[in-house]
Nanobody, 118 residues
């Protein structure tokens, strides 16, 4: 059974930093493309960052480019999202997704809340 468990969210002031983690189990992590998503109330889900299986290729939404960094540790089956220079508009529920045997993300975690205050 695939499980994705996020952690690291919380309340932070604008300009601050947070590091999110996603612990994966029930899958061959090193063979799975992963991504971080976020969804704020009343807004559509947004793909924030994606990373390929080796970790050598990454992509970012324009809204976070230069501030967020996605990475992975395949030995620890863990995905990370380093978030710097946080803005009020980064407030959302953040969750990780996995693409297993599909061109689309088809497994999700429950998410971790990130709240940025002024």
């Amino acid at each position: 059974q695939v499980q994705l468990v996020e952690s690291g969210g919380g309340l932070v002031q604008a300009g601050g930093s947070l590091r999110l983690s996603c612990a994966a189990s029930g899958l061959t992590f090193s063979s799975t493309e992963m991504g971080w998503f976020r969804q704020a109330p009343g807004k559509e889900r947004e793909l924030v960052a994606a990373i390929n299986r080796s970790g050598r290729a990454t992509s970012y939404a324009d809204s976070v480019k230069g501030r967020f960094t996605i990475s992975r540790d395949n030995a620890k089956n863990t995905l990370y999202l380093q978030m710097n220079s946080l803005k009020l508009e980064d407030t959302a529920n953040y969750y990780c997704g996995a693409r297993l045997g599909s061109s689309k993300y088809n497994y999700w975690g429950q998410g971790t809340q990130v709240t940025v205050s002024s």
